[in-house]
């Protein structure tokens, strides 16, 4: 399935940096994909944070952008 904006909110933004929440039916992999979430890369900024709650698990990453592609990794 591919990504809906309706199931993006943000929880908190302060000081350019923004806590966001995704939930949906897919698993971790799928979601946490390269370019998943390139949909809304002018929204997204690198060092952002995002909690995904899937069909498999629920992770807190953290989102790079770059020429317009957003990634998300593992908060280590």
């Given at each position: 399935?591919?990504?809906?904006?309706?199931?993006?909110?943000?929880?908190?933004?302060?000081?350019?940096?923004?806590?966001?929440?995704y939930a949906a039916d897919?698993?971790?992999?799928?979601?946490?994909?390269?370019?998943?979430?390139?949909?809304?890369?002018?929204?997204?900024?690198?060092?952002?944070?995002?909690?995904?709650?899937a069909s498999d698990g629920?992770?807190?990453?953290?989102?790079?952008?770059?020429s317009d592609t957003v990634?998300?990794?593992?908060?280590?």
């Amino acid at each position: 399935m591919a990504f809906q904006n309706k199931k993006l909110s943000v929880i908190a933004y302060a000081n350019g940096f923004t806590l966001w929440h995704y939930a949906a039916d897919e698993t971790l992999t799928a979601i946490s994909a390269s370019g998943y979430f390139n949909n809304v890369a002018t929204l997204m900024n690198t060092g952002d944070i995002i909690i995904i709650n899937a069909s498999d698990g629920t992770s807190i990453m953290t989102i790079a952008v770059a020429s317009d592609t957003v990634t998300v990794d593992a908060l280590s």
